[in-house]
């Protein structure tokens, strides 16, 4: 037996450094943060494995928090659900991964036992799910505890690029299996996305798996819609005067698009994805919404579309891994901004004004641990 593949004896024993403290990012409640002192976590379960963050990002879901939207996020909570890290700790229940392994961090924890799991959807896991940096401590710090080990962990593969690794833990999956498959995007379908922001971007990049005919970008800012231009919109839409979905009628002879995704999660965007699906079209919704939306069954009750909604499972994440390590997704040109964990404070000031700071992903490093 070794000092970290331990067994636990209670699980109040089994303690990663006893007494020692690390920093992190934590949420004081709505509009409070702060970069503290925390203890450092430990094995509360065989299942677990601690991981030493040697690469994070910031999250729109993390804004969400910050601004209330998410009641169940209590005070004191260490945000962030993305990293890459190693391996420094193992539960004795953790049979894929060993102490000094890289890993890539997943948004969501998979026990893969549950009824849920067994469904492919991780993301209502009953011991787990969507809980980093929600209901459990995060990974905007140095060390974090990860449940459910060999569900919730992806092997870092051999000179991989960490900036494009940590995509995969969550905006990726996140634009690929809420946008582009619950859209289901096919070949020649003419396709909107509302919100050029980094999730918008990656149902952008991924959506071009489909061969789509049209792809239409939406945003308020000139900047992001850019950046979608390079990565491949096709048209251009500047929503600041009110009038987006209207030109998109105007510019599909009234018909609207097969698909429309929302990617910001306001009642604004959602009202666009209504206003411009066509008949027989999908809504699919990525935003983490925060208030009510207003359904215009008015309006669409006679239109045969279908409007979904979903938690990323990351069922999909060892494919896009593939992709990834080809290099014909590249998802690593979404960083913009790259700061040391200890300047969190200002990573989080200028994603935060993305547009004024052109901000899409930030990337975190922890240099101490890297």
């Not at 999250?59 to 993305?82: F, M, P, Q, Y």
């Not at 890289?102 to 993301?123: E, H, N, P, Q, T």
């Not at 919704?285 to 359904?295: D, F, S, T």
């Amino acid at each position: 037996m070794t000092t970290t593949e331990i067994e636990l004896a209670p699980a109040s024993d089994a303690t990663l450094s006893t007494g020692t403290d690390m920093k992190a990012l934590v949420y004081h409640g709505p509009g409070e943060r702060a970069w503290e002192n925390k203890p450092r976590p430990a094995i509360q379960h065989p299942s677990d494995a601690i991981v030493r963050i040697t690469t994070s990002t910031i999250c729109g879901t993390d804004l969400h928090i910050l601004k209330g939207d998410l009641t169940a996020v209590t005070d004191g909570r260490i945000l962030g659900h993305e990293g890459i890290g190693v391996v420094e700790q193992v539960g004795p229940g953790v049979s894929e991964f060993h102490v000094g392994d890289k890993v890539i961090i997943s948004c969501v924890s998979a026990c893969l036992k549950c009824d849920f799991c067994k469904r492919g959807m991780y993301s209502h896991c009953r011991h787990g799910g969507w809980i980093l940096g929600y209901t459990i401590d995060g990974t905007q710090t140095e060390f974090v505890r990860i449940p459910h080990a060999d569900g919730s962990l992806y092997h870092f593969p051999a000179d991989a690029d960490e900036e494009a690794m940590v995509m995969l833990s969550d905006i990726l999956p996140t634009g690929f299996e809420c946008g582009v498959l619950n859209g289901q995007v096919k070949p020649g379908d003419s396709v909107a996305i509302v919100g050029a922001g980094p999730v918008g971007l990656a149902v952008l990049l991924t959506a071009q798996f489909y061969s789509p005919a049209a792809i239409f970008m939406i945003d308020l800012d000139d900047k992001r819609l850019a950046v979608a231009k390079e990565f491949g919109a096709t048209t251009l839409i500047n929503s600041s005067d009110a009038r987006a979905a209207q030109r998109v009628l105007d510019l599909t002879e009234g018909a609207g698009v097969d698909v429309a995704i929302e990617a910001v999660g306001v009642p604004a965007t959602f009202d666009i994805c209504q206003a411009i699906v066509a008949a027989g079209g999908r809504i699919a919704n990525v935003g983490v919404h925060g208030k009510p939306v207003e359904l215009h069954l008015e309006k669409l009750w006679d239109r045969n579309i279908a409007i979904t909604t979903r938690l990323v499972d990351t069922v999909t994440t060892p494919m896009l891994l593939k992709v990834v390590r080809s290099g014909k997704l590249q998802p690593g040109k979404l960083v913009t901004h790259r700061f040391a964990m200890n300047d969190i404070m200002k990573a989080y000031d200028t994603f935060g004004n993305a547009a004024k700071e052109g901000a899409l992903k930030v990337v975190l490093t922890n240099s101490a641990s890297a």
